[in-house]
């Protein structure tokens, strides 16, 4: 298909704007559903990044040693793609899930509960201000509240000594420099990926 291009022996592809599975579909092979067994929850590492703050902007997520995806956007800010990738790794992937993300505007939401006071406020925020990126915030709350227990966040330092969260910040930019998401069942060789990306973690609305 013109525009693709592979990324890992066959496993991944860049597509255009985004890639693979629809959110809420699971790979065969996933390991659901294995009678009498309850699997443990899955880390999974999420990034964004954003080339100028609004500007090209991409997504990623990765689980340690399995699945990844990327995708991207034209025109958007940092925070919208944190929480881009947030939402679309627990949209896609199944069972508990360990959120672990350098942005502490997601994983604060959730450790400190901004999200109750919005819901009471009618999503708006403590200065009474409609809450930004609600089009993203709205389902991914409504995802953590659906199935008690499911969904857990932790932060992480952004580029500091944890070789996932460097892989999901390289997706992310790749994503928004090339404006093509991807996705694969392992993660790609490093020496395909670009650079570290520079923009404070979280930054910009």
């Known amino acids: 298909m013109p525009g693709e291009a592979s990324l890992h022996a066959g496993k991944a592809?860049?597509?255009?704007?985004?890639?693979?599975?629809?959110?809420?579909?699971?790979?065969?092979?996933?390991?659901?559903?294995h009678a009498g067994r309850v699997?443990?929850?899955?880390?999974?590492y999420t990034d964004g990044a954003c080339l100028g703050n609004p500007g090209p902007g991409g997504w990623a997520w990765a689980v340690p040693g399995g699945r990844w995806r990327s995708g991207a956007e034209a025109r958007t800010t940092n925070q919208r793609m944190?929480?881009?990738a947030?939402?679309?790794?627990?949209?896609?992937?199944p069972g508990e899930l360990e959120v672990v993300s350098d942005s502490r505007y997601v994983v604060n939401c959730f450790r400190d509960r901004w999200?109750?006071?919005w819901l009471a406020r009618g999503w708006r925020g403590s200065g009474r201000q409609p809450v930004a990126n609600r089009d993203l915030w709205e389902p991914l709350v409504e995802e953590y509240r659906s199935s008690p227990g499911r969904l857990s966040f932790r932060w992480v330092k952004g580029h500091g000594a944890d070789p996932y969260n460097d892989l999901v910040d390289r997706l992310a930019v790749q994503a928004a420099t090339t404006q093509r998401g991807g996705q694969g069942g392992s993660p790609p060789p490093a020496e395909l990926l670009g650079p570290l990306g520079t923009a404070e973690p979280g930054a910009g609305t």
């Open 13 to 33: 592809r860049l597509v255009p704007g985004g890639a693979g599975l629809l959110p809420g579909e699971v790979e065969p092979g996933s390991g659901i559903g």
């Open 39 to 44: 699997p443990a929850a899955t880390t999974v």
């Open 82 to 84: 944190e929480l881009r």
């Open 115 to 117: 999200w109750v006071g």
């Open 86 to 93: 947030v939402l679309d790794a627990v949209s896609t992937l």
